[in-house]
């Protein structure tokens, strides 16, 4: 069975310094993707990034950045000179690829992000 | 660019009515999936579709039910709401196969009372 753990439940930070969360998956198959997704206080959630399991590169856009480490089975997220609209909850997910068709998510718990001003 | 739109945004219901979830796409996709989301979790699936006529169970699928008679809608269905079943519900969908980028629905909260 597929899992992912975000550890951190809860981080504060205060505007302008970098933030990491992390992701830790765990997964049989050989083939698959993993996502981070941002929930704000809105509620509705925003795809962030896709990465497959074939590309270790990390990935930089602008002020985020991604750590892909199949090694550790890890999937960091980085937020550098974090802003108060970067308060959020975020997921990390890891998308299964079954025969049948079944492409569902597997969510972690999610990392409450506040950044203080 | 409506994207995921999915009616209701709230709910209340008394234990043991019945409603349905609303959800519409309009990006042409052939996947769509229901998850609920309980305070502080993440969220799990309960139902998907890899197109129109054809549906499956994910983790949590006791106490609702599905249909997808069109590619653009994927309503779920709550027979006999149990408080159980207060949650946020997102609606997804995606073009499939090995992109799998989902795109969510704004939720519907639902209290079960």
């Known amino acids: 069975a597929q899992k992912v753990t975000q550890a951190q439940t809860e981080i504060s930070v205060v505007e302008k310094e970098d933030v990491t969360l992390d992701c830790v998956y765990e997964t049989r198959d050989t083939t698959y993707y993993l996502f981070w997704y941002k929930q704000p206080p809105s509620g509705e959630l925003v795809f962030l990034i896709r990465?497959?399991?074939?590309?270790?590169q990390n990935e930089i856009s602008g002020r985020y950045s991604w750590n892909f480490q199949k090694s550790t089975s890890s999937f960091n997220f980085t937020i550098t000179a974090s802003q108060v609209v970067d308060s959020a909850v975020y997921f990390c997910?890891?998308?299964?690829?079954?025969?049948?068709?079944?492409?569902?998510?597997?969510f972690g718990s999610g990392t409450r992000l506040q950044v203080q001003p | 660019n409506a994207g995921v739109t999915q009616t209701p945004k709230f709910r209340i219901l008394k234990i043991g009515q019945s409603m349905t979830l609303q959800c519409a796409q309009d990006m042409n996709h052939n996947y769509m999936y229901w998850y609920r989301q309980d305070p502080g979790m993440g969220l799990k699936l309960i139902y998907y579709s890899v197109g129109a006529g054809i549906t499956d169970k994910g983790e949590v699928p006791n106490g609702y039910n599905v249909s997808r008679s069109t590619t653009e809608d994927f309503p779920l269905r709550l027979e006999l709401a149990a408080p159980s079943q207060t949650s946020v519900y997102f609606c997804a969908s995606s073009y499939g196969q090995n992109q799998n980028i989902q795109y969510f629905g704004a939720g519907t909260r639902l209290s079960v009372l």
């Open positions: 990465r497959n399991s074939f590309d270790e």
């Open positions: 997910a890891l998308s299964e690829y079954k025969d049948t068709g079944r492409r569902a998510l597997t």
